[in-house]
């Protein structure tokens, strides 16, 4: 077995060790003033974070509890949605939107397509008027981040709600609720936040909680008023998972100080120099090569190599997690993430890690060009 | 502000130093062999704690999502269940089977009563046939812990299925999911599991399992079945909190080391003893004075005392976090939790600062007796 781990996957991601540290602290009681302190600061710099004046709901949950409560919050047997999708997590939406009973419009485009406003436009053609548009901002089976902005507004324009998968997005590209009128932003700890899962988030507008105050399907623990009502009180509907909260309150402590728009800039950097490094290792990239995707960098596997294999040669001998392709795209990609905690040498690391172990199982690689190449590409700047 | 703290509450509970400092090691990845090997230890352990050979669902989740999961599996809208209840969570299932829109047999008897087999024939008999009967275990807003082996019988008698509420009793008195033929045996790491809060579990027969998987409501994250063939392949659904699950892998191994019946018998002389050094202080036990009521003392508030302003000062001045009523007996009662990391000297502490705090209040309570009573009480052997 290796001595080290090296967690480069989209999530979990690697925690700070100052965050780390707040997890060994004993369990607090969640009704009383010390945790209320740490509970409204962290409701605070979720707000901060997404980029809303509103509510940010805070479930002890898997990010997809998140994603289902606005379905269940927000659709009704029989009610009309639409699902622009061209991934796993975009087809969970509409997986989500079918099992509460509602009627699915599903556009759903390639696995690795860049849906635009131009594919919602059409899509919103076709299906009619909807209540709730879903969308995927960082698409992290594939690496694919949308213009989602451009997508709100067509969505606004034709009077539907927008709920918006960010649980890869948030913290690591830019993404602005209230100013681009995004009703619904589900998110997670376990991502860009530095934290370890097990706690997620709901940014609502008030026309989204004022929708579901009057209809959606059958929920409790992920109803958005008993938990809205009872944030406003600082004292959490269900026992939360107090550790994680004061986890994540020192994890969004350390974005907040880094600033968001340093941040948005760092993950900018380390995808650039992801895909930089790929390319000079002469592989192939799967997520488009562009400045926005910035999350997760999708490559393609080499002709003549079992990618499953050396993902668990990366893994068992060298004690480099990274992940390969879900569902259809299984054998056919593998993933690096770069989202939290990540300089440009735990990129530069990947990277020689990928490149030893391609090129000894016989993959046709350029030897010994890709970690400059990273380096070079992360020290140039970011347009503004 | 006081230097130590005490947690005296049923739930969140202490936790000990060697689980604590497992939640500070770095996140690992959870399709890994790593977690897979501490997945699968815990997911044995939970059955041995829960005394069933069949499948114990894990969800990241407050507790009352394991009941929620209960009501979402089993229930479709208008399908008959009976709820007996006696407290505040008691009432949870009755609120949680009406969201699911079910037709709701609620008997809801005094709070703080001792359901027991007579009372749940009575209510079936005035219900007729019931798909699922709804019970608690430990009413944690009370004290009460009910004869759960003879309700069951009558339910199953009845043809029911049965769903208990254990939460705050699973560890801590005795439980056969199995031996007592419980359906579905809802619980959480924050009570006696000595792990702190987010972390949810469901044993679940497989008749249980059976009419989930062609009935209930609307649900997904808690899908049952999506869960357990997760669980099968050791390939949980969605990201689990990881660190979380290793920190419960180490407190289930403590519990389990120990011994059920040894930690069965330690909560029945913490209880003794508790209730022995309230009553020798002159106070009145609002919880029965019994050898079951094992996981939380209740205690009638002394006249001409503001029991909230008593709790306030045991608190903030003391650093012990006791617990006024729920609901209709905020003001009335105050509680003392004593499950999980217990031993006599909690108990002890509990109770010389109950002592000095009622007593600077003016509360006419008899001093310096208490304690010694404790200890005695605690020494005492439990009965076989």
Redesign the interface.
Known sequence: MPEK?Y?F?P?????PPQV??V????????????FRRIYARCLDRLRDVCRTQHDVLLF??????AM?SA??NLLGPGERALVLSAGNFGERWA??AR???ADVAHEALEWGAVPDADDLRRALDRSGPVKVVFLTHSETSTGVVVDLQSLAAVAKERGALVAVDAVSSVGAVPLETDAWGLDVVAT?S?KALMT???LAFCAVSPAALAAARVGG?????Y?WERTRAAQEALDAP???????VGALDVALGLILDEGLEAAFARHARLGRACREGIKAMGLELFSPDDERSAVVTAVRAPDGVDIGEVLLTL??RHGV?L?GGQGRLKGRIFRIGHIGWFDVFDITTALAAVELVLSEAGADIERGAAVMRALEAYAAPVPV
Request: glycine fraction near 14%; proline fraction near 16%; charge should be negative.
């Open positions: 781990r967690l996957t999530g979990p991601t690697p925690v780390l540290a997890l060994a602290e004993p369990v607090i009681h969640h009704r009383g003033p010390d002890t949950s898997p990010g997809s509890g289902e379905v269940a997986e989500l099992a509460y009973g997670g376990q370890p899962p097990g399907g059958p929920r409790y623990v109803d269900f026992t939360p998972a107090v550790s994680l893994r068992d997690q992940i």
